[in-house]
């Protein structure tokens, strides 16, 4: 499966940015679609995922309530609505896929196999 990742830029704190993750290739089925982030000089952290299967979401503390995955079956894209913006949020961010990846391993980005691009947000105070 191929992902191309979209929708960064340039905003203010305060601010909000919908990400998108469009699959081609195949569709997502039984794959888990999570969305990483990576700042300069910082090791790469998880901060969305969704199991195309049910739905189920998970996200770490730093952007819950914040930031919302959802998926939408007919486009086969993922998303990656990100409200209420922080600086500290700057950073690439990545969407990657992976075939029944278990609950303990959701946030692992050892546990995916295909990676979109990459794209740039930048969040200004």
């Known amino acids: 499966v191929q992902l191309q990742a979209s929708g960064g830029g340039l905003v203010q704190a305060g601010g909000s940015l919908r990400l998108s993750c469009a699959a081609s290739g195949r569709t997502f089925s039984t794959y888990t679609v999570g969305w990483f982030r990576q700042a300069p000089g910082k090791e790469r952290e998880f901060v969305a995922a969704?199991?195309?299967?049910?739905?189920?979401?998970y996200y770490p503390d730093s952007v819950k309530a914040r930031f919302t995955i959802s998926g939408d079956n007919a486009k086969n894209t993922v998303y990656l609505q990100m409200n209420s913006l922080k600086p500290a949020d700057t950073a690439v961010y990545y969407c990657?896929?992976?075939?029944?990846?278990?609950?303990?391993?959701?946030?692992?980005?050892?546990?995916?196999?295909?990676w979109g691009q990459g794209t740039l947000v930048t969040v200004s105070s």
């Open positions: 969704i199991r195309w299967r049910g739905g189920s979401t």
């Open positions: 990657a896929a992976g075939n029944r990846i278990i609950l303990a391993q959701v946030m692992a980005p050892s546990a995916y196999d295909h």
